[in-house]
């Protein structure tokens, strides 16, 4: 490359990066006047339409900050998603991720007595009733993760894209469940929750209006927090309780739910491990199953327990003219036409009706409209 070629690159690229640089340093003192803000502000019912503005701002203005910092070539987990669905184990450092993935999945995740020795994900497939069930094993999180303390950030909006989570908790040390929920909360990701029933639409001019308010929240802090996203013409229907930050990061697009489920590892080594599991169960409302990864004592029992977990279910293809059945993967409660479009969508507009037989079937070979909400083990016969 010529000496001329250079500087023309150079003189392109250059007003670019500090464009950038400017750009992320105003957005960060920004973001530091409102924080400063936030703090000087004392909670008095007076203010507390203010605070809610302020926070608002805030994560209004986390996100643009991120938005400005992406950038290509970074070093981010990636993973393409393949088969019926995607768990993500997740857990402190030497919890015993990667011996449990490799006697779930067959991989060959790194071992070692030591923490910090997956540094990448690792994926796996299991496959258990006919579902084909992807597996990660995630780089190990410690306290802090949710500012980046070991890479925790990355790691976790990596479990983000999973279907299902699974902690794998060191039954000598229970409490790193604690720790793992209050790390994902903090980076507004809710876990076995459901996400809120909240609907926004253009007021037309009237302002913000409140049409329906079951969130436990009063109209003032509610039309200060729409203020902060700059909603300031806003018909408003929530249908059940949230929080003041569970709001801001649903409105801040920042929010996620998943469904996850305990491993209790290392059962083998602690005599009392079921009232362990019990009392975890009890205390965070979540299926808590004791194993060992080392052993396989109780993996039957967890791969179970995923199955039911991921809320899928097993049907199958019955040909009319005595083929072999053939098994498809669908989530529970889907209806005979999803069925369908999952094989193509043209399907799905040509079908009339199906003859079903088995557990969603009142008798053998009923028939069924597309409405039909099939059930684990169903044999369906579609008829064009």
Known sequence: MSEEETRWRSARTEPSR????????????????????????????????????????????????????????????????????????????????STLINRLANTDSKIAAYAFTTTSVVPGMMEYKNARIQLFDLPGIIEGAHIGAGGGRTVLSAAKMADLLVFVIDAIAPGQLGIILDELGKLSIFVNRVRPDIQVQDSRGRGFVLEINDSGLDKRTLEAIFAGFNLFNSAVRIRQRVSEDEL??????????????????????VGGYAGVASALSRHFSMDVIPVSA??????????????????????????????????IIVKKGSTLLTLANKIHSRLGEEVRYAYVDGPSAKFRNQRVSTAHVLQDGDAVTFKL
């Open 294 to 327: 080392m052993t396989g004592f109780n993996s039957g029992v967890l791969v179970e327990g995923i199955y039911k977990k991921l809320g899928i279910i097993t049907v199958y293809l019955q040909p009319k003219d005595g083929a072999p059945r053939s098994p």
């Open 248 to 269: 801001i990061a649903l409105l801040g697009g920042r929010s996620c739910y998943l469904s996850a489920i305990v491993a209790l590892n290392k059962a083998d080594v």
């Open 18 to 97: 500090n464009s950038k640089k400017e750009e992320r340093k105003k957005l960060s003192a920004a973001l530091g006047d409102l924080q400063d803000e936030y703090a000087k502000t004392r909670y008095n019912k007076a203010t507390n339409k203010a605070l809610g503005m302020l926070r608002a701002k805030i994560a209004r203005a986390k996100r643009g900050l991120e938005a400005v910092g992406k950038r290509k070539g970074g070093t981010g987990f990636f993973v393409k998603k393949s088969g019926d669905a995607t768990v993500a184990l997740v857990g402190f450092p030497s919890a015993g991720k």
